[in-house]
């Protein structure tokens, strides 16, 4: 799994300007402790969709409503749920520098959200390539509340994949997924090879500072 600095940079919120030196090498020793001890996982599954105009879809009878996610599965033949995580011991290392170093605990929350985003494109990069002998492609993940499609999307998301039993990712009453380094996504796909579209460009918020230019 391998991290990419720049965005470790911009997760941790230096917009553009340099890092100074012991920034940069508190970052590469936390690295080294977060690969050394989290344990990432993943799950996915395969389904048909029905769109119902253009305000939702249907996975095995569940609605999920959302004109952006309709949109943003234009010419997907089926549908990919899937889900990721660093584990209990990502979270053990957060409260640990929570309570103890404020400035390291702002660049492991930088690095372990990298770490989630690598690991997850890992995973997908290689099941596309699979995909791609069939003559199918990817289309960018697209999480529950993200653009108009709500947070509370989660708690069908989890029952349809089976995710609290398979990944040991639990959510909370507000729809908070703990371990926090989690992430699931909606992945369309399709037989459009050029579909390879930032999913950034299918949400309204311009001024996000996570938006990928």
């Not at 653009?147 to 069908?156: E, F, G, R, S, V």
């Amino acid at each position: 799994m391998e991290l990419n600095l720049n965005e470790i940079l911009r997760y941790a919120g230096f917009k553009g300007h340099a890092a100074d030196e012991i920034t940069l090498n508190n970052i590469a020793e936390l690295e080294k402790e977060i690969k050394a001890s989290v344990n990432p996982k993943c799950i996915y599954r395969e389904f048909e969709f029905q769109k119902v105009g253009d305000s939702a879809i249907l996975i095995d009878g569940i609605e999920f409503r959302s004109k952006k996610l309709v949109a943003h599965l234009k010419n997907s033949k089926s549908i990919l749920l899937f889900a990721a995580t660093l584990g209990v011991e990502s979270d053990i290392i957060l409260r640990k520098y929570s309570a103890s170093d404020s400035a390291k605990y702002v660049l492991c929350q930088a690095i372990m959200a990298e770490a989630v985003e690598a690991y997850s494109n890992e995973i997908l990069d290689a099941l596309a390539l699979k995909y791609e002998k069939d003559g199918l492609y990817f289309r960018p993940r697209f999480s529950a509340g993200y653009a108009d499609l709500d947070l509370t999307a989660q708690k069908d998301f989890f029952n349809l994949l089976e995710i609290t039993k398979r990944a040991g990712i639990s959510l909370t009453d507000d729809c908070i997924m703990i371990p926090s380094k989690s992430v699931t996504a909606f992945i369309g796909i399709t037989p459009d090879k050029e579909c390879q579209k930032s999913a950034c460009q299918f949400c309204d918020k311009t001024d996000c500072d996570f938006r990928r230019r």
